[in-house]
């Protein structure tokens, strides 16, 4: 499988090549504090699995945690993020945008991770991981 994206101004773009090692919605602190979101929805892959093609491409690295964000220096778009494994996190937005018909429904996610940390339910039918990708799930009560 093999899918091209990029950011909103086009200037940065990205072949993802192989099967990606997760899809999922992480609720970690350090996610939402970092992105700037309530919830970081993100496909990871293997770096080797990742060719940029990019001259506008920035980055900033977290300045306590092992993690790196890859931006777009004319839109702002973050790209791809780098997370404490060394896997490339490509965020779903620029993968539904880069399928074709229902391609996007390859790249949703499968899972939520440290759900345990979430700062706002979500109410669907995917495994949520209080911890990690593994371990204990939630249970509502």
């Known amino acids: 499988m093999s899918i091209r994206v990029a950011c909103l101004c086009g200037k940065v773009a ?65 790209v791809f993020g780098t997370n404490r494994l060394g896997m490339h996190v490509v965020p779903n937005a620029m993968l539904h945008r880069g399928g074709e018909g229902d391609s996007h429904l390859a790249w949703s996610p499968t899972m939520h991770l440290y759900y345990r940390q979430r700062v706002v339910d979500v109410l669907d039918e995917l495994p949520k991981y209080l911890d990690g990708w593994d371990g204990a799930l939630y249970s509502p009560e």
């Open 14 to 78: 990205m072949d993802l090549h192989g099967q990606p090692v997760a899809r999922a919605n992480c609720h970690c602190a350090s996610c939402r504090d970092f992105y700037g979101v309530a919830m970081f929805s993100a496909t990871a892959w293997e770096p080797a699995s990742v060719q940029m093609e990019a001259s506008e491409v920035r980055t900033f690295s977290h300045p306590e945690k092992q993690l790196k964000k890859a931006f777009c220096a004319h839109c702002g778009e973050v």
